[in-house]
């Protein structure tokens, strides 16, 4: 009896309660209703009125509508159009909506808003499913459409928001979305609502989450991957499919269902589509240190920054490189970028260090050719260096503690020609660990209109950020020269056949002292030999004998009419290359000579866009003639000779680069820089090899040299680059001057010419 009692009370309970909670469910049924009612009779009276502003606090203007104001990545574009990277807070470029894949549209439809092209900004239809699901229990979804999520992306409402504020953000929304669907077409929100919304691994906006998922443009997205694209803006980290790829997969098939389902695609395909496994072997996080041409692309950063301060915009303020949505027009060729970086991985990779490691084995202070002492001094000095050093000592932490920060084990990931690795190190080992790798640039430049065509600084900008083609400035060696013949050729005196006694040669300096290189090379010593010969063969001595001839200044003025800006000491040695110079100057110095003695600065920009396509700035190169049409083409045959039959000759023997081609090799003191410049009709180009310590390389000129260093970086690239029928580079022979000054480069011809004339004049004078 008792339990029946308690039964028939738990029963009025519930009863009760189910009273209640319909009594309450209808009252907020009756709010949100009235709600609706006023809120749309607000919002017309704002949209009509204009002052939306005085009712609901802070409004979008139509001003505003028109040009919404987002964070836009500035794009880097390549010559041939592809996008060599970005610069940005968040990594974001638009598309329109004719640049999207028709799967796409219809995948975002099926998942979050089927009636789009039915409603004007608020779905009534959602808002009353809403509604019932409040008064039911029973919630089947939100009731915001496209245009009212893209009002909240456009308009972000802020944090920590009150009920109250929270529900005038919301009546906020409705008004923006409405005058959104007053000032744009149905597939304009689209496209805007996709370049807004984030999809996880710093992808803002479709075009770089296509990029950075598939390495695609949004118009080629497939079914299932555009259906995956829609799903995962639902919640990016939830349904991300490199951190949680089964709920990924469940999500982008649950949007090919909604497609199914709306008739976007038969049963049959959704069926087969869904059996299809998510491929992320594409995917790749854009940063800063991935992608094409990156040593070039923090060079330009820079470059740019400074030219951002003093261009402004039309409302006054300056650009930003990392908002503005800028697009730089350089003249990087993507496919000649890839051949570079590719031709200075493979040479270093599996050939110059593993030799170098071998070269090395065994020996205590590997890889330096100094004393205990000196290394430790200089890996001191590299502490200082370091940014690690720096940001210790101005959080002021004192020196002993600094020392052993350096010395204390720390996990860490580190470069090697296989792949980063994990690893547990002391700072101070990371840092010797790293002196042991060899550098290497490359820097290409199209011959006659300065532009560059391909621009590697180092062999990895994740671990190397030093850029080894402007930034860095190395001894030369032997590539300097050519500026010392040019002014041979320059001054009428000398052709490349004209021949010089093979002796040794000395300077009297200005404290009466002499100067007296040293060679190398022990052949033709004592003879008669052409300049041509000796160039090309890199013969100090008839090097000092020019400049016992002309002097340093002149051939320092020389280099300046080429381009040369870096220091350069006027002493008799910068013959033999003593001087610092950066790679970018060599190759715009040595390009003068397949531009028949135009000096044209490279350059890596041609234009720069806002982000309405409007051109802010043009650019072009400049120009000076640093010597007539006769001596550079003089100086080209001269060179020549470095390939024919110099020490640039396993060009011809080991690459099969039989096509005509002007270069010369450079190496200097204990083989810590090697060099090579070689020029082509169309190209010039060169490529510098050595570590980023000096002290750090080979012992023996034969793997020190820069014929074994620089060049085969110089052939491989150039093999695939003449592969490449796409880029039209020539195999023909250079340009010979308009001049009808008679020239004779057959050295061997000439000897038998200048002998018979010789014959001639002593039979005459005998007569």
Known sequence: MIDLEKKETNNKKKNKKKDTDKKQGFRWYLVVLWSMFVIGVTSIFVLFYGISNEWFGDMPTFEELENPSTNLATEIISADGKVLGTYYIENRSNVSYSELSPHLVEALLAIEDIRFYEHSGIDQRALLRVISGLATGNSKGGGSTLTQQLAKNLFPRGENLSAPQLVIRKFQEWVTATKLEYNYSKDEIIAMYLNTVFFGHNAYGIKKASETFFNLEPKDLNIEQAALMAGVVNAPSRFSPIRNPERALQRRNLVISQMATYGFITPEECDSISQIPIDMSKFGVLDHNAGQATYLREYLRQTLHEWAKTHTKPDGSNYNIYKDGLKIYTTIDSRMQKYAEEAVREHLALDLQPAFNRHWKGYTNAPFSLEEEEIESLMELSMKRSERYRKLRNAGVSMDSIKKNFNTPAKMTVFSWNGPIDTLLTPMDSMRYYKSFLQSS??????????????????????????????????????????????????????????????????????????????????????????????????????????????????????????????????????????????????????????????????????????????????????????????????????????????????????????????????????????????????????????????????????????????????????????????????????????????????????????????????????
């Open 442 to 767: 490359l820097m290409s430049v199209e011959s006659h209109t300065g532009h560059v065509k391909a621009y590697v600084g180092g062999i990895d900008y994740r671990f190397f950020k030093y850029d080894h083609v402007t930034q860095a400035r190395r001894q030369v060696g032997s590539t300097f020269k050519p500026f010392l013949y040019t002014l041979a050729m320059q001054e009428g005196e000398y052709t490349p056949c004209t021949t010089v006694p093979n002796i040794s040669y000395s300077i009297e300096m200005p404290d009466g002292k002499f100067w007296e290189p040293r060679d190398a090379g022990k052949s033709m010593f004592g003879e008669e030999v052409t300049l041509k010969w000796a160039l090309a063969h890199s013969n100090n001595r008839i090097s000092t004998y020019l400049m016992k001839r002309f002097g340093p200044e002149a051939v320092i003025e020389m280099a300046r009419r080429m381009g040369v800006t870096s220091d350069i000491p006027a002493v008799p040695s910068i013959c033999l290359g003593v001087c610092d110079i950066s790679l970018y100057e060599m190759v715009g110095a040595l390009n003068t000579f397949a531009n028949q003695g135009v000096y044209v600065k490279p350059i890596f920009i041609t234009k720069i866009e806002d982000k309405n396509g409007n051109v802010i700035e043009y650019f072009e190169t400049e120009e000076v003639e640093a010597m007539d049409q006769v001596t550079a083409y003089k100086m080209i045959e001269l060179m020549k000779g470095v390939v024919q039959s110099g020490t640039g000759v396993r060009l011809k023997y080991k690459y099969g680069l039989r096509n005509p081609i002007a270069g010369k090799t450079g190496t200097t003191q204990n083989q810590s820089d090697g060099w090579f410049m070689g020029i082509t009709p169309d190209l010039t180009t060169g490529v510098w090899t050595g570590a980023e310590d000096r002290a750090v390389h080979f012992r023996t000129i034969g793997l020190g040299q820069g014929s074994n260093m620089a060049l085969p970086v110089w052939a491989l690239y150039m093999q695939k680059v003449y592969a490449d029928s796409t880029l039209n580079i020539s195999k023909g022979d250079f340009q010979k001057p308009l001049s009808d000054v008679a020239l004779e480069f057959d050295c061997e011809l000439y000897e038998q010419e200048q002998s018979q004339k010789n014959q001639v004049v002593a039979e005459e004078e005998e007569f």
